[in-house]
């Protein structure tokens, strides 16, 4: 029986999250779940965002469903966002982010290791320049690609590599010879290759005609797909309604709404649960429930929130049983 360790985290964290595993009890499947903690308010009672017991407890379990965090403005010693923390220790190497609305319907899978976020920073000339070194390797960008690739055999059928391979030549370079090479052997995927900065614009038209058959999944480093899939979960519907998955090498999963703590809000029972419940739809997805997964989509996109997480989710709740199978 498949174990889900849910974290809940700080803010809305702890109101979405509860109503996203209300919406999974709600379609009776042998699912078990256990909960462990991380975040700040955790840092503050014993000094570590993300205990060794969490660790333990997502290692043993199929799947983890992640709320949101609140990372301090100032820098706070010994501090680290837990999900970052997550996904180095689990080597979530697979960022999915889909959106669907205004006509797109589009699956943004993003380089999450390495790319403009190695962490290889220096600075010279006693502080007047400043460098980042961009890591591409061959390795994480055949693995993205090859992920890739399986996602749109389930969906459309259409691959996107995106990059800046006129001038990043290197770099970019590598990524997409190396992405095109793995695409090239799904003879049944319709391949195609972008520009970052011409993808944006086209993504923002698509969106504004309605007619979203340009895309279906688009794979990219990591830098460009943190802000591909901010730019289309923008165009989509917004924050409220962006649900991503961070997939592991070895079958980790940690799933989570793009959405962060929202301090301004938290605690009201205001918090638009939607981002979480098409959270746990991907996790269901993972775990082979794709029907169920289907249902609980369905039922979301046909929900406007309220205003009110609770009722809100129980429209969600009483939308899935009338279409039980
Ligand atoms: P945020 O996503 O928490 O909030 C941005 C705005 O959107 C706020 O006005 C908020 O009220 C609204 N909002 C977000 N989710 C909503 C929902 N489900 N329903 C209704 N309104 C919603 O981003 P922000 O304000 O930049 O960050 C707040 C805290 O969250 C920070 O400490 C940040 O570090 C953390 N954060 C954590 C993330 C994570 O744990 N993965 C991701 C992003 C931010
Ligand atoms: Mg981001």
Same mark, same amino acid.
């Given at each position: 029986?498949?174990?889900?360790? +849910? ?31 991380? /975040? ?10 993300? %205990? ?14 992640? /709320? *949101? ?8 010693? =010994? ?23 205004? =006509?797109?319907?589009?699956? #943004? ?21 400043? #460098?980042?070194?961009?890591? #591409?390797? $061959? ?45 090239? &052997?799904?003879? &049944? ?42 730019? +289309? ?8 309604? $962006? ?5 592991? *090498? ?6 989570? %709404? ?5 301090? &301004? ?19 269901? &997805? ?40």
């Amino acid at each position: 029986m498949p174990l889900i360790t +849910v974290i809940h985290g700080d803010g809305i964290g702890m109101e979405v999250i509860p109503a996203a595993v209300e919406v999974l009890q709600a379609l009776h499947l042998p699912l078990t779940f256990q909960t462990a903690e991380a /975040g700040f308010s955790t840092f503050e009672r014993v000094k570590n965002a993300l %205990p060794r017991e969490t660790l333990a407890l997502c290692e043993a379990s199929d799947a983890i469903l992640f /709320g *949101a965090t609140q990372s301090p403005m100032i820098k706070v010693g =010994g501090y680290q966002s837990p999900i970052l923390s997550l996904r180095r220790y689990f080597d979530l190497f697979c960022n999915l982010r889909p959106a669907q609305g205004n =006509g797109l319907d589009v699956l #943004i899978v993003r380089e999450n290791t390495e790319g403009m976020y190695s962490r290889r920073e220096r600075v010279e000339h006693g502080g007047n320049t400043t #460098i980042a070194e961009r890591v #591409i390797t $061959a390795k994480a960008s055949e693995r993205i690609a090859r992920a890739a690739c399986e996602w749109a055999m389930k969906r459309r059928q259409k691959l996107t590599v995106v990059h800046k391979a006129n001038v990043l030549n290197e770099t970019c370079g590598l990524f997409r010879d190396r992405a095109l090479a793995i695409a090239a &052997d799904y003879f &049944d995927l319709t391949v195609d290759e972008g520009l970052i900065d011409s993808t944006a614009m086209h993504l923002a038209q698509d969106a504004l005609n309605g007619d979203g058959s340009r895309y279906d999944v688009i794979v990219t480093t990591n830098l460009f797909g943190d802000i591909l899939s901010d730019l +289309v979960a923008g165009l989509t519907g917004g924050l409220g309604i $962006a649900p991503s998955a961070n997939i592991g *090498a070895n079958g980790h999963g940690v799933f989570e %709404p793009v959405h962060g703590s929202a301090p &301004d809000i938290a605690g009201q029972g205001i918090a638009d649960p939607r981002a979480a419940i098409l959270t746990a739809a991907m996790l269901l &997805d993972e775990l082979g429930y794709s029907a169920q997964a289907d249902r609980v989509r369905a039922a979301t996109r046909e929900t406007a929130h309220t205003g009110s997480t609770p009722k809100t989710t129980e429209a969600i709740i009483e939308r899935i049983s009338q279409t039980a199978s």
